[in-house]
């Protein structure tokens, strides 16, 4: 009996964990341009190549999380930086074309 129970249980975790891991797509993109309005509080990021993507223009929000060097960064680093990117992940809800958060490698030496 204990054994039915220890297998229903990993099988629900494993399942919930799978569920929760496929939420969002992830591509590594060089970046062409960024643009961002203030008063709208939303952007576009058009990529030069993707692997995987089928598209090459995607959308944020202000709701972004942006890691450059693997700190959080603001937006306004964001566009100070994204040219100099050795390395860039964009990932976005499953699905979609909308960015939900950014990673930047930037060399320090380049970093603004």
Do not use: H, P, W
Request: hydrophobic residues 40%; aromatic residues 10%.
């Amino acid at each position: 009996m204990k054994f039915i129970i220890f297998s229903l249980l990993t099988a629900f975790c494993s399942l919930s964990f799978s569920e929760y891991m496929s939420r969002e797509d992830a591509y590594e993109v060089d970046l062409a341009q960024i643009q961002y309005s203030d008063i709208s509080k939303t952007g576009t990021i058009r990529v030069k190549s993707c692997s995987g993507c089928t598209n090459k223009l995607f959308n944020f929000d202000d709701n972004l999380t942006i890691n450059i060097n693997s700190k959080i960064s603001t937006i306004d680093l964001l566009l100070q930086n994204y040219s100099d990117a050795v390395m860039a992940v964009i990932f976005t809800e499953l699905n979609s074309n909308k960015i939900t958060r950014i990673s930047l490698i930037v060399n320090k030496g380049d970093l603004k």
